[in-house]
């Protein structure tokens, strides 16, 4: 392997997975699922932001549009727990760093998706997060309990086998074809299925900020992904 297409799959890939992953899960300790679930489904908005700079175009106006309604949804999420102690302001924070981060992560895969096909950006990215993160897993086992249950092997079993190792190769598969925000506009099915599994899996009941907040976050989505010109005609829209 070339040494700069090592170094940009350490930096790039494994050192942005394994901050993702940690945030992620820091976020899933101290607060709802659902509310994570969200914030990743605002991730096509902040990619979109991502691609593109501002200009005085209609295309610039749509993201930028797009971006300040999901922007809205994200306060909407984080109003209870910044007016109230209700909910944990650091659990809505790194939920939605967990987005922002999680944007960064896409958008590095595409660029090692040059050279790398969609399994091997997962496997070299894979084994090297789980090297950064390996001394910090062996200090949580000196540090406390872990529970040896079948339930919890098998949730285990799920997570690396189903979310990530099948999840990502098909994932960065379709990074190699489309732009990030593209692919990223599945990550709204993430809120509507996760939402379901806490509710009837785990018994989390939904707060009542989860709904307007998805309403926004989706209409972002909308705005910032649609073909408004093929949908409404060249003579309705501003020319750029």
């Known amino acids: ?8 799959l350490w930096w790039r890939g494994g050192l942005s997975l394994a901050v993702y992953i940690v945030t992620f899960n820091w976020a899933l300790k101290l607060t709802a699922l659902s509310h994570v679930a969200l914030y990743l489904g605002a991730s096509p908005v902040w990619a979109l932001l991502w691609e593109g700079r501002p200009e005085k175009s209609w295309k610039s106006a749509q993201r930028y549009g797009a971006a300040a309604l999901a922007f809205c949804g994200v306060l909407i999420l ?3 727990a910044l007016r109230t102690s209700a909910g944990s302001l650091l659990g809505e924070l790194l939920g939605f760093a967990c987005s922002l981060l999680w944007t960064n992560f896409g958008n590095q895969c595409r660029l090692l998706g040059r050279d790398l096909n969609g399994a091997e950006v997962s496997a070299h990215t894979f084994w090297r997060a789980g090297l950064i993160l390996a001394p910090f897993a062996v200090g949580e086992l ?5 529970p040896v ?3 919890l092997i098998l949730a285990q079993l799920v997570c690396v086998l189903g979310g990530s190792v099948v999840a990502f190769a098909i994932w960065n598969s379709a990074l190699r074809h489309w732009q990030t925000s593209r692919v990223y506009l599945f990550n709204n099915l993430i809120p509507l299925s996760s939402t379901a599994w806490a509710y009837f899996c785990l ?3 939904l707060s009542a900020t989860f709904w307007p907040a998805m309403i ?3 209409a972002g989505v909308f705005l910032g992904q649609a073909n408004w010109e093929k949908f409404f005609g060249r003579l309705w829209l501003p020319t750029e």
């Open 1 to 8: 392997m070339p040494p700069d297409l090592n170094r940009r």
């Open 216 to 218: 926004l976050i989706g």
């Open 142 to 146: 000196f540090t406390q309990t872990v």
């Open 203 to 205: 018994g989390e009941q």
């Open 149 to 151: 249950r079948s339930s």
């Open 78 to 80: 984080l109003w209870p």
